[in-house]
């Protein structure tokens, strides 16, 4: 198993292969998907186009390509789950975080099948992709308790249709995620997805809308979900659900009710 670690957009970025890691060329181009989204879209640089333009510096008409082209995928996805994926801060202010670390990861993953690197897994900050297998095996990518970060609710094989895991919550950043107080209805959400962009985006638009939305995604996209509640129960779609339940950490099932998501 060879690893290769580097850090962008304030977290850290890893790839996994079952064999030799990719030549170098390709990992610099895996690596410059990250680099080249932070400078373009982070708040925290203060030369980024994006806080240029929140500064009325540069109109968002004017903005380059590659900005029009992520303003214009996230405004989408703001469309399409009735405002529960939000591409502005309470405040205003335009805010692409996020679309942008999922779109790096999807980059980078056809970078690495470009070049021929057909198994491997990428994992940004807890949002996983993979491509083939970890040799004769699938890949497998735990779930962290959010009350317990020491601990695992469970661990899902990404084969098949499941190439993406993307989880959103409160246990790393706090607060984060802007939605109404009353559709709080949960600590983390977990989603399983075809690709890293659908899990990413109706992971974030689940913990803003709750309940609500994950019937409404659930029912929309080819998608499972694990959501674990402010009263600690989890949610989990019907397929994946006996799945979960086999695999809970030791106590774990004590402590929790497991109703489904539908």
């Avoid at 999807?106 to 690197?117: I, K, Q, S, T, V």
């Avoid at 940004?124 to 735990?142: E, F, K, Q, S, Y």
């Avoid at 399983?192 to 803003?208: G, H, N, R």
């Avoid at 029912?219 to 509640?229: E, F, H, K, M, Y």
Wanted: aromatic share 6%; hydrophobic share 45%.
């Amino acid at each position: 198993m060879s690893r290769s670690v580097f850090t962008s957009m304030g977290t850290v970025i890893s790839l996994l292969t079952p064999g030799p890691q990719p030549a170098a060329h390709v990992m610099a181009d895996v690596e410059r998907e990250f680099y080249d989204r932070d400078q373009r879209f982070s708040l925290y640089r203060a030369d980024s186009e994006i806080s240029v333009i929140a500064r009325g510096g540069l109109p968002v008409v004017s903005a380059s390509r590659a900005f029009r082209s992520t303003l214009n995928r996230a405004a989408g996805w703001e469309d399409a789950t009735h405002g529960a994926f939000r591409t502005r801060t309470p405040d205003g202010v335009l805010d692409l975080s996020g679309l942008v670390k999922a779109e790096a990861l999807e980059a980078a993953g056809n970078r690495l099948l470009a070049a021929g690197d057909a198994n491997w897994l990428l994992n940004a900050g807890g949002d996983v992709l993979v491509a083939g297998r970890n040799g004769p095996i699938p890949w497998a990518v735990g779930i962290v308790d959010p009350l317990d970060k020491a601990a695992l609710i469970t661990s899902v094989q990404l084969e098949g249709q499941w190439r993406a895991l993307a989880t959103s919550g409160i246990a790393e950043r706090g607060e984060h995620i802007w939605g109404p107080p009353d559709l709080a209805d949960f600590l983390q959400v977990s989603v399983l997805a075809p690709d890293i962009v659908t899990a990413d985006v109706l992971a974030t638009s689940i913990m803003a809308g709750g309940r609500q939305t994950l019937e409404a995604c659930a029912s929309r996209w080819d998608i499972d979900a694990l959501c674990v509640t402010r009263d600690d129960q989890l949610f989990i779609t019907p397929r994946l659900r006996a799945h979960v339940t086999a695999a809970f950490r030791s106590g774990a099932a004590d402590r929790r009710s497991v109703p489904d998501a539908s």
